[in-house]
C-alpha cells in the first residue's frame, strides 16, 4: 500500500465534520425542555415522558449522521420522539396482552405463536380505532394508511397521492389530530 494511503487513512475527522457534530449536539441539548414537554403530551406520564426524552435524544445523537445539515433539527428530533413514544406503546400493549394471556393460562409462554400481518389477528388496528379511521375523510385517511400503517415516506406517499410532499405533511398532521381527538378514551386506556 502506497504511503499516502495509509496517512489518508490515518488522519482525524475533518474540522468541519467536528463542527457539525458539536453544532447538533448543542442543538439538542436545547431542545431538551421541549422533547420533554413534547413527550409528556403523548404519554400524560412524568415517567414515560421521561424515558421516551431520553431515548428519543439518545437515537438523535447515536443517528446523528443521518440529519440533514440546515434543515429543521426541532422538527427531526420531535419526529424521533413520537416514534419512540409509538415503540413504547406496542412494547406495553404486547406486555399486558402476554400477562392476561399467562393469567389464564400458566403454559401460555411454552406455547409456539404464530406471526401475522401487523394489520391482522390480535397485531390490528381495534375495531374502534379502524371505524374512527374509516370515518375519516378519503384524502386524509389515505396519508394515515400509507405513512402509519404501511410505513411508506413522504415522498414516496405524495408520488403514489399525485400530491406535493407538503400536502402529505399536512393532511397526516390534521389527520393525526382528527384521530387524537376522538381517542383520549383509548390513550388513556394504554
Known amino acids: 500500500m502506497p504511503a499516502a494511503v495509509v496517512a489518508k487513512a490515518h ?12 453544532e447538533l449536539e448543542a442543538g439538542l441539548v436545547r431542545l431538551v425542555p421541549e422533547v420533554r414537554a413534547h413527550a ?4 400524560g406520564d412524568s415517567s414515560a415522558a421521561n424515558d421516551i426524552a431520553q431515548d428519543a435524544i439518545e437515537r438523535a445523537l447515536r443517528f446523528a449522521d443521518r440529519y440533514d ?24 400493549r404486547r406486555e399486558r396482552r402476554a400477562l392476561q394471556d399467562l393469567a389464564s393460562d400458566p403454559c401460555a409462554w411454552t406455547l409456539p405463536t404464530s406471526f401475522g400481518s401487523p394489520d391482522a389477528g390480535d397485531g390490528a388496528l ?36 399525485g400530491v406535493p410532499v407538503g400536502t402529505v405533511m399536512s393532511r397526516l398532521h390534521r389527520a393525526r389530530k382528527r384521530l387524537a381527538a376522538e381517542m383520549p378514551s383509548e390513550r388513556d386506556a394504554a
Open 126 to 161: 381495534l375495531a374502534s380505532t379502524r371505524a374512527k379511521l374509516d370515518a375519516l375523510a378519503p384524502p386524509f385517511r389515505a396519508v394515515i394508511v400509507l405513512v402509519d400503517l404501511e410505513q411508506r415516506s413522504y415522498e414516496e406517499t405524495a408520488g403514489m397521492l
Open 40 to 43: 409528556m403530551r403523548l404519554a
Open 11 to 22: 488522519r482525524s475527522p475533518k474540522p468541519s465534520a467536528v463542527r457539525e457534530k458539536s
Open 69 to 92: 445539515r440546515g434543515t429543521n433539527l426541532r422538527a427531526w428530533v420531535l419526529r424521533i420522539a413520537f416514534n419512540v413514544f409509538v415503540t413504547h406503546w406496542r412494547r406495553r
